[in-house]
């Protein structure tokens, strides 16, 4: 199999720390909503963050995502 | 706060540690549980208890991966450890990552920090987005006394004063970046970044990235104190010297330099200088000039020696500018002065004042 390229390896990073702390739902239909609610949940941790509110995972963003950190969700409702 | 504020219906909590990591001496995690917890009594009327068997409120344990509450640890890094808010049951229940190194000191991730911060969770505090509070959910080392204002005011939201009204001196707020009235306390370039020192904290702007990182000092060099008076590069040694009161230090990269911090009258300054203001590096003359008051100095850092005819008067030297700088930096055959919350830029050629900014324009603001 080929290797996951760098982009896909961030894409995975980004969308298990929107689910884990922003409540991204899991199992989403169709490309193009998928798309939409990430956008959305990235723009809620940027905000959070203090980021330049993008909706895209770029450097910033997903060096927040990388660093050590709590296991409890941002924002939310606690499950 | 959690959603419904959640919160202990009682002001006597009791805890108890399960299991012990193996990082640490026992009376090490005991001591560092223990003073986490009197982080939030010294501010609240709660009180901890400590049991030894049979349940209590808060049960504090070490696991990895899943680790029985269907809440899975990740292994080294990410993910350091977790807690439950006020509740019955898994409420108020604190876990960490055993795969994670603990440790007293700065050297890995600090125990007492981590569990400072879960246990913030455990009593109804949810994540703040200021960087400067300790319930902020990125892990950062700083010492002092770790709850800032917005923790105090969160956790007396839910509990009140401590009624002893103990003096507590709470961490400074982060500063924004975007605040008109923003100053800077030094700035210097590193490596093609840009550090700009405020209070306890940095940014770093990176030329490939549009948002600069706002980090505590202490969380990357935890030997650091807590606030830098002048910085400046040479960048021929490729050494960053920071400076805060009569000391100073080196950076290579991002790593301290052995041999300092070395007293800042070693470059020739008297012994009556005790701060220097700002300094700033101009490499194809070899000079460095600090800035303290109304004067500035000359170094040669070739001769390593401070050249003769200094201090002179910053306001007859620099016309157009302020009598006192609070921060410089030397860029592209300019020179940049930074006071209160303006910003000159000097051409050393001209000898004037070329332009004017606010002090937070090198942000984008």
Redesign the interface.
């Known amino acids: 199999l080929p290797l996951p390229s760098g982009e896909n390896d961030n894409f995975l990073l980004a969308e298990k720390y929107l689910r884990r702390?922003y409540g991204l739902p899991a199992g989403l239909q169709g490309k193009k909503g998928s798309s939409d609610a990430i956008q959305t949940k990235i723009k809620e941790m940027q905000k959070?963050?203090?980021?330049?509110v993008t909706g895209n995972l770029?450097?910033?963003t997903l060096?927040?995502m990388k660093?050590?950190?709590?296991?409890?969700?941002?924002?939310g409702?606690?499950n | 706060h959690?959603?419904r504020h959640?919160k202990w219906d009682k002001n006597n909590i009791t805890f108890r540690i399960l299991n012990y990591t193996p990082d640490l001496k026992k009376s090490d995690v005991d001591r560092a549980i223990r003073n986490a917890l009197n982080v939030w009594s010294d501010v609240t009327p709660l009180t901890f208890k400590k049991l030894h068997e049979g349940i209590a409120d808060i049960m504090i344990s070490f696991g990895s991966k899943e680790h029985g509450d269907y809440?899975p640890?990740d292994g080294p890094?990410?993910?350091?450890?977790?807690?439950?808010?006020p509740g019955k049951g898994i409420g108020g229940d604190t876990h960490f990552d055993e795969d994670e190194q603990w440790t007293k000191d700065s050297s890995a991730?600090n125990l007492f920090i981590?569990a400072a911060?879960?246990l913030g969770?455990a009593l109804g505090m949810?994540?703040s987005?200021d960087?400067g509070a300790l319930m902020y959910?990125?892990?950062s080392y700083a010492t002092g006394f770790p709850l800032s204002g917005d923790d105090i005011e969160g956790i007396q939201a839910l509990y009140g004063p401590n009624p002893d009204s103990k003096k507590v001196k709470p961490r400074p707020i982060a500063p924004n970046k975007c605040d008109p009235m923003l100053t800077f306390d030094a700035v210097t370039e590193l490596r093609g970044e840009t550090i700009v020192f405020k209070d306890s904290f940095y940014w770093r702007l990176h030329p490939?990235?549009?948002?600069p990182?706002?980090i505590l000092i202490q969380s990357t060099w935890p030997s650091l104190p807590s606030k830098v008076d002048a910085a400046y590069e040479n960048p021929e040694k490729d050494i960053v010297f920071m400076f805060s009161g009569i000391k100073m230090w080196a950076l290579n990269g991002y790593n301290l330099v052995n041999g300092y911090p070395k007293y800042i009258h070693k470059l020739g300054l008297p012994k009556t200088i005790r701060k220097i203001d700002a300094a700033l590096h101009i490499a194809d003359k070899g000079k460095t000039l600090l800035f303290t008051d109304e004067e500035y100095w000359s170094y040669d850092e070739a001769a390593g020696t401070m050249d003769r005819g200094y201090p002179r008067s910053i306001e007859e030297d620099f016309p157009g500018m302020d009598d006192e700088v609070d921060a410089a930096a030397f860029h592209h055959g300019r020179l940049y002065f930074f006071h209160d919350h303006i910003q000159y830029e000097y051409s050393y050629t001209y000898r004037k004042v070329i332009g004017i900014q606010r002090t937070n324009s090198i942000f984008n603001c």
């Open positions: 702390f959070f963050f203090n980021l330049e770029d450097n910033n060096d927040v660093k050590a950190r709590c296991g409890v969700p941002d924002i409702e606690y | 959690f959603p959640l809440n640890f890094n990410g993910l350091l450890a977790h807690a439950y808010p991730y981590v911060h879960e969770h949810s994540h987005s960087p959910p990125v892990y490939q990235m549009t948002e990182d706002q």
